[in-house]
């Protein structure tokens, strides 16, 4: 049986989690809590390069996100390997999804918001919705997918949420302390930040100030957060 973790983060592709949640999942391993990806899909897609085939790109970015998740301490990077482009809400992905949730038995799931409206990659709207719907009721309860109950992977209770890209924040998490390391996790996705310019730091230092306001830190990363009844 794997390890259990205090976190998991579920996430359509590399670099997801490093552009909306590593600040917090930095500071929360600082912490001394334990944290796992699933990374739904290998964002072989996620280029403008019309030079590089999609197998490589795969690689590429798989590289990139176990190398983010090392500067991170994340324990684990779970690749699902889902058509990157192509992610559906079905019974089977949730399955998946569930499977890891009883699995690393996490306190906290992070995934993307699936109610962001208009402009928002289909895949991160898929993968929330795949996710908020395993974590409840379908991680819970022990007659959904009653076959996992045969491989030791019994139900399992989050106790809260949260959906980073949301266009509902109530939560502000300080990232004050960690902005470095997510900028250090982010450079490690080559591909995908290049194109940013050249300071990448000043940025996200931008970026993240902005999201602080109203809140009682210099830097935030912003969330919806819930919490689920025990």
């Known amino acids: 049986m794997a390890a259990p973790a205090d976190i998991l983060v579920v996430v ?3 670099d997801d989690a490093e552009f909306g949640a590593a600040g917090t999942v930095a500071r929360w ?5 334990r944290a796992v990806y699933v990374v739904c899909t ?3 897609r996620g280029t403008a390069d019309r030079a590089v085939k999609p197998e490589e790109l795969a690689k590429i970015r798989e590289s990139e996100q176990e190398a983010a998740a090392k500067v991170l301490d994340v324990a684990e990077v779970v690749f699902l390997r889902l058509p990157d482009q192509g992610l559906e809400d079905t ?3 949730r399955k998946m999804i569930v499977r890891a949730i009883r699995t690393y ?3 906290t799931v ?3 918001d699936p109610y962001r409206r208009y402009i928002w990659h289909r895949d991160h709207r898929i993968v929330g919705q795949v996710t908020l719907d395993a974590v409840f009721p379908f991680a819970r309860d ?11 992977l019994e139900p399992h209770k989050v106790r809260e949420m949260f959906f980073f890209g949301s266009e509902d924040v109530n939560y502000r998490s300080d990232i004050t302390k960690t902005l470095d390391l997510k900028v250090a996790a982010l450079r490690c996705h080559e ?15 931008k970026w993240s100030c902005s999201m602080a306001d109203g809140a009682e830190c210099e830097l935030a990363e912003p969330f919806h957060r819930i919490e689920i009844a025990k």
């Open 42 to 44: 290998s964002g072989e």
């Open 91 to 93: 019974p089977d992905f």
């Open 29 to 33: 391993l600082k912490e001394g809590k």
């Open 142 to 152: 022990h007659l959904a997918y009653p076959d996992l109950l045969g491989q030791g």
């Open 191 to 205: 591909s995908q930040v290049k194109d940013l310019g050249p300071d990448l730091e000043a940025w996200v230092r």
């Open 110 to 112: 992070v995934t993307s």
């Open 12 to 14: 359509a592709h590399p």
């Open 105 to 107: 038995r996490p306190v």
